[in-house]
């Protein structure tokens, strides 16, 4: 069964104060590594996907890392509208066409001006 | 811009009643949609995935006489919930895949008193 685990729950910082946040994930084959941004009582917004340990993506002050282990989400400079809760979810290789996801609980960040 | 939308956005019903949540896809057709669940403060979890001319695949647990799914259309899938309880009240939020990356629609917050 694929497993998800995101640190810190919570995160606070300061303006301008960059920061990581970290996705541990077991699956028996990753067909993909998501991450998602989620604003109170809202859905969940797209921002990456990764594929393969050593995979980089960039997105504004977010930059998203891969290894086979974890993935890390990268907050360059952050401002106040960064606020947000972010999930992480993986897809594994099973089942075909099957496109189940498997979230974490999440990271609520807080960035404070 | 939006790809996924859902109706209504909240909805308060008295225990008992049947609920019905629309999710519509907005600039393309999706032979599949997913519906999944999320308390306070906890992962999104998968409810049932959405097959347009077919039977919904439930996930272990989920009730299926209870969230009764149809996926009438190509751009529209309709989860009811049947016979609604306070256990019930949750955060029912819908996706569609385009075409490799799952997008999720705003939510319906279900109350149920």
């Known amino acids: 069964e694929d497993q998800v685990t995101q640190s810190p729950e919570a995160l606070r910082l300061q303006e301008g104060e960059s920061s990581s946040l970290n996705c541990s994930y077991t699956?028996?084959?990753?067909?993909?590594l998501f991450w998602y941004r989620q604003d109170p009582g809202k859905g969940p917004e797209f921002l990456f996907t990764?594929?393969?340990a050593g995979e980089e993506k960039e997105k504004e002050r977010l930059k998203a890392t891969l290894t086979k282990k974890e993935s890390f989400l990268h907050i360059t400079a952050p401002k106040p509208e960064d606020s947000a809760t972010y999930l992480c979810?993986?897809?594994?290789?099973?089942?075909?066409?099957?496109?189940?996801?498997?979230f974490g609980k999440g990271t609520l960040l807080t960035v404070n001006p | 811009g939006a790809v996924v939308s859902q109706h209504p956005s909240r909805v308060i019903c008295k225990s008992g009643t049947s609920v019905k949540i629309e999710c519509r896809s907005l600039?393309?057709?999706?032979?599949?949609m997913f519906w999944y669940r999320q308390f306070p403060k906890q992962s999104l979890m998968l409810m049932a995935t959405?097959?347009?001319?077919?039977?919904?695949?439930?996930e272990q647990g989920v009730e299926k006489d209870k969230f009764l799914i149809n996926h009438a259309s190509l751009t529209l899938s309709t989860l009811t919930v049947t016979s609604a309880h306070p256990e019930d009240s949750s955060f029912y939020i819908c996706?569609?895949?385009?075409?490799?990356?799952?997008?999720f629609g705003p939510g319906t917050r279900l109350t149920v008193l």
């Open positions: 996706s569609v895949i385009k075409p490799d990356t799952q997008y």
């Open positions: 699956v028996s084959g990753l067909r993909g």
């Open positions: 990764l594929y393969s």
């Open positions: 979810a993986v897809r594994d290789n099973s089942g075909g066409s099957n496109y189940k996801l498997t």
């Open positions: 600039d393309f057709q999706a032979t599949t």
């Open positions: 959405s097959n347009e001319g077919s039977k919904a695949t439930y």
